[in-house]
């Protein structure tokens, strides 16, 4: 491919790209381009010569998976590249065919259009803009996905290519792409369109990071004839090119269009696996005596909102306002985000669901053993029909949207539902009734306010209107209105060091809260 000097695009991109998506890039450069977010000042083209001698560098020394082939300038490129690949076969070829900016600038020259045309047909998958697949067909650029899909369905059938249509150079809500086959067999996968200017290197992105990952499906030995091999790997790199779309402007590079921010997901994902100890943990380094709420928490960084849903008393209020950043967090969060505005995907929910049913199996355990701790009867009942409660109700809404999608329950325990339940199981069965009954508030308490918040905003149609409907309803309200006054009742009559450690099994609670609606992101992304 051709160079960005500001790194946001052409063979630059590819190698962030490449390494993002678990894969080793090398690089053989074609066309010196002088460029940046604004645009293309000048291009210079190197002796083909000095291709071949890069070509002959890379080959002769290392096994290549996959290539991915972006700009390649002009008629004497595009032969020899295309020869050069006859003569040295590779499991698997994408190519960006780099003619027409999404802007409608030619990026090559109309002499070399045609030898690009037929090399084309001999990539095995191709990512076109909409310009560039309308000059492929020799028609006029599409206004619509579906007459996009329809100028790719031609064109696979007739050259035994998979055609990726990008439905980020379209303007519908849904911006994700859609891997075409040659039998017609069309695979979407969708993604949310983000209001930015960070766009630069998108094209040279999603191509390279394909290449990759269905570089390392083959080593793990698929087949590049099953479509979901392609499907796959077109998911993961949609998924994980939204996300550094979305971050780009973290980045403040550039005056014109920025790039888009390639290591996004590993940011994200270095801090959700991060060692380091919890704030509200580290309550020897603190003079937290129990005798007053201020001195029973460890206080937030950030100022608690109004809960739709007060606090009972003193107690509790320390609590909530202990746990304002995590509250903050869970709701900026993409998954609680995408739920309320209804485009968070199903494969997410499902893996949410699926955990969810997990979780209840032993959190209705943990309910029962309050229960049985509890020092009064409205306590001891409440946190007893719980435990059957959020077995049938919740089990119910489990149930129903399987059955609508058609998908099979995977009941298997993650990593972080796992430690929740644990710590639930430890707090409730081994320590006083207040620990263990500030241990299991959070799952009312969070869950409502998360339910109220995204029911305020609701629009028709979301596909997750049950699942909101139930933790803003007048029955849960009801039930999270007990729960924090059974909590608040237990403060008042528990010790100073009681209070301390029921604080702080709260607060982990409510870190797991975070950590298990964040789960599936890490999970599947």
């Known amino acids: 491919a051709g160079t960005d000097p500001t790194g946001g695009a052409g063979i630059q991109a590819d190698l962030k790209s490449i390494m993002a998506s678990h894969g080793f890039g090398m690089c053989v450069t074609t066309d010196l381009v002088a460029q940046n977010t604004c645009g293309v000042r000048e291009v210079y083209t190197p002796p083909t010569s000095f291709l071949r001698a890069q070509l002959e560098a ?14 390649l300038g002009d008629k004497p490129y595009i032969e020899l590249v295309r020869d050069w690949l006859e003569s040295h076969p590779v499991p698997v070829i994408v190519l960006d065919p780099v003619m027409v900016a999404t802007s409608g600038d030619r990026l090559l020259k109309q002499s070399a259009e045609e030898a690009l045309r037929q090399f084309a047909a001999k990539a095995d998958i191709i990512t076109p803009n909409i310009p560039e697949l309308a000059v492929l067909c020799e028609q006029q650029p599409a206004t619509s996905f579906t007459e996009a899909c329809a100028q790719a369905r031609r064109w696979a059938a007739d050259n035994n290519t998979v055609v990726i249509v990008k439905g980020g150079h379209l303007t519908g809500t849904d911006a ?3 891997a075409v086959f040659p039998d017609g067999t069309e695979i979407h996968v969708p993604s949310p369109r983000v209001d930015t200017s960070t766009t630069h290197g998108t094209g040279c992105s999603l191509s390279s990071s394909l290449a990759a990952r269905v570089g390392l499906a083959l080593r793990e030995g698929k087949k ?10 077109l998911a993961w790199t949609t998924h994980w090119l939204n996300e ?17 921010n390639h290591a996004a997901r590993q940011y994200r994902m270095e801090l959700d696996s991060s060692a380091t100890p919890w704030e509200h943990m580290k309550i020897n380094e603190r003079d937290l005596d129990g005798t007053k709420p201020e001195t029973c928490v460890v206080s937030a960084h950030s100022v608690a909102r109004k809960p739709w849903i007060a606090a009972a008393g003193k107690w509790t209020a320390a609590l909530w306002n202990a746990s304002a950043d995590v509250d903050n967090n869970i709701m900026r969060m993409p998954f609680i985000q995408a739920l309320g505005d209804g485009s968070l995907d199903e494969d997410l929910f499902d893996f949410y669901l699926n955990q969810d049913a997990e979780y209840l199996k032993r959190y209705s355990r943990a309910l029962a053993a309050c229960g049985a701790k509890a020092h009064d009867d409205k306590a001891r009942v409440h946190w007893s029909s719980s435990s059957a409660g959020c077995i049938e109700a919740e089990s119910e809404l489990h149930r129903g949207w399987f059955k609508k999608t058609g998908q099979p329950m995977q009941p298997v325990c993650s990593p972080v539902t796992l430690a929740y339940v644990n710590h639930l199981l430890a707090s409730t069965f081994g320590e006083d009734y207040v620990v263990a009954a500030a241990s299991v508030l959070p799952c009312y308490w969070l869950y409502e306010e998360v339910g109220h918040v995204l029911a305020a905003a609701l629009k028709p149609g979301n596909p997750y209107y049950d699942w909101i409907e139930m933790y803003s309803s007048e029955g849960f309200d009801a039930c999270v209105r007990t729960a924090i006054e059974c909590v608040e009742d237990a403060f008042e009559k528990a010790s100073p060091e009681q209070r301390v450690r029921a604080a702080q099994a709260y607060m982990t609670s409510c870190v797991y809260e975070y950590d ?6 890490r999970a599947l992304r």
């Open 58 to 71: 890379v080959f002769d020394d290392v096994h290549i998976d996959a290539v991915k082939l972006g700009m």
């Open 176 to 178: 994700g792409n859609t």
């Open 224 to 233: 590049l004839e099953d479509h979901e091999t392609v499907a796959e790997a």
């Open 244 to 260: 550094a779309i979305a971050h780009g402007a973290d980045l403040h590079v550039g005056k014109g269009h920025g790039p888009v």
């Open 516 to 521: 298990f609606f964040n789960q599936a992101h």
